[in-house]
């Protein structure tokens, strides 16, 4: 699985980096590092709705630093064991 | 409001803007003979003797803005038809001549230069004056003046031979592409070649990034620049025209602060490299010192790497204030990178062919940097970012930086340093004077630029490297890749 985490100017201003690196710290914590890639990218193109999550080329979904723990459970987990 | 400095800045923008407009409308093929009559409506001259001759030189002007001669490598031009053959000789005589006894500048000269008409006036022979200027410094009529052609004043690379038509001709051999001569000729006789047809194409094929993205990557000096509108408008702007994202170069020169850093510590001497007209005037005129050069990218060109490596088909245009640039993505170094450039005054007259009205944009944000990559835009900036990250990584190293500003001094700095006589282990070369916001394609040259570079340092986001730099340090544990 792929995940990329928007580092444009609008997303990094929103707190990427601590959406990044809860991300990584997730990941690690639940041993997925052979699953579960996470990478930067610039700009997503929903600025609006930063900070923008897109994983394997979905739906581009709008995580905050407070809501990562959520999303990651949502999305990434529920993905992986569906 | 006066958006550029000079009228020739003003004449090559329009002559762009037409390109830009035309290669838009899909019309460039047909109608690009069309532009000098649009450009000189006429009936009567406003800059030459003549519509003719006037239209003449717009129509070579319309050439370079559509990347001008090929056979050509340099990006810096001549148009001879536009060039006035400005007087050669440097000291002259004027009609202030008294025809005195003394002759004072005949007794000063080291040369024999000077001699005397059947009225005693002085009169200089061209062929022997060494240009020393002590005539004219005597004289108790200051009757001498001194004059150089704007050009040849200009270029501290000494690039600039007048042929033998009294044409400026630029010596291949010694120019470093810097473009001083490009702002300074008064007739805007040497121009800068542009790329703007090839991004407008490029824009198109991307069809907004459906088939590939376009980045811009805008050089921290842009703070200094469009002050009719606010940065974020730019964004908007830069956006409007097709670019899918735009990124901070500044970005770019936190790397290279913390690469140069480390290297700089374990070499103990260097000299900057994110500079390519002073890169170039050290393997022009002190190659034993080539090896002094930091290995370094430029911040242009590690921003851009950065941007391929999240998106291996992007397309990169880097927007900066610089003509240099333009030969440094024909490097090895930078070509599979950086795709084309782009100059402040281009981009005004991409905004205008494209009718986006900036002024009236909301405003986009654009913040990917620390306060010290936003600094490289200023001469002493980039020795200060380094010296930050010696700091913080607490690297064993004292340093030492001469901060060179402008290539006179990055000369005195390099002839010294070449000797062993360099009481600094670091030169921050910067070819144009106070850095890249002198940069010879910028709209506007001001004294405020600088303190204005400085101010827009600080509302960064991220006070320091670390800070911005640790969104990608995140990759180093993934994978092992950065």
Known sequence: ?82 | MRLFDTNVQQLKYSVLKEVVRLAREDKLEDSYYEIPRTIIPGPKATMRCCIYRERAIVEERVKIARGGDRSNENVVEVIDSACDECPVNRYSVTDTCRGCIAHRCESVCPAGAISFDKNQKAKIDPEKCLECGRCMKVCPYNAITESQRPCVRGCKAKAIVIDENKKAKIDEKKCVSCGACVYQCPFGAIVDKSCVVDIVNLLKESENGKKFKVYAAIAPAIVSQFTYAKIGQIVSGIKKLGFHSVIEVALGADIVASMEAKELAEKEFLTSSCCPAFVKYIEINFPKMVDKISHNVSPMVAIAQLIKKTDKNAKVVFIGPCIAKKAEVKLDKAKDYVDYVLTFEELQAMFDGYDVDVENLPEDVLNNASYYGRIFARSGGVAEAVEHVIGRDGLDFHLKAERCDGLDECKVALLKASRGKLDANFIEGMACEGGCIGGAACLQHGPKNRSDVDKYGKLALEANIDESLRILNCFTDNKGEK
């Open chain 1, 1 to 82: 699985m792929k995940v990329n985490v928007c580092i444009g100017s609008a997303c990094h201003l929103r707190g990427s980096y601590s959406v990044i690196n809860a991300l990584q710290e997730l990941v690690k914590d639940n041993k997925l590092e052979d699953q579960v890639e996470i990478c930067a990218v610039f700009c997503l193109g929903h600025c609006t709705q930063a900070v923008s999550v897109q994983i394997d080329g979905g739906e581009i979904e709008s995580v905050s630093p407070d809501n990562v723990y959520e999303f990651f459970d949502m999305h990434i987990l529920q993905r992986l064991n569906a």
